[in-house]
């Protein structure tokens, strides 16, 4: 079986991450990635409001706002997670995370807050960079490319010193 009690196989999932990238470049003929995602679903909500702006602002001329199979591909993350949550029964709805409470207090609004800005933060980085940590660390790594594990090296060093500072070494 490939969950154990306490989550999944930490090799399997790794392994089918491979197989998942490999067939990604083998049937689309693109590496994995997800941060162009939401800057072209953003496109396609501003579309509705304001559609003279998509079609002339130069960044939305590069990344043109489309449903494709990176599209697809963020969906299948977000299902895929809730079906193997709820297959665990490890799915609940949870608005104030536990560690977050205990560190924190109960607050929605600041719980929100700093979602929202840590959001913001990553997108804009990911935006900076040319693409997000599965693009640059997952893709880069499979290709041994020097920037994918140099990228690979930053995100798990930022994240370390992020839940340090914030959860005070907890």
Known sequence: MARQAKGWNPYLAGA??????????????KY?????TFVRGAGLAERLYAPDVVTTLAYYLKEKPLIDWQFLFVLGIALGAFIAAKASNDFKVQLVPDTWRAR??????????????GGAVAMFGARLADGCPSGHGLSGMSQLAVSGYLAGAGFFAGGILMARLLYRGK
């Not at 991450?17 to 470049?25: A, C, K, Q, T």
């Not at 924190?104 to 800005?117: P, W």
Request: aromatic share 10%.
């Open 104 to 117: 924190f207090g109960d607050g929605v609004g600041l719980r929100a807050l700093a979602a929202f800005v």
């Open 16 to 29: 089918l991450s491979g197989l998942v990238s490999v067939g990604s470049v083998w049937v689309a003929g």
């Open 32 to 36: 994995l990635g997800a941060s162009t």
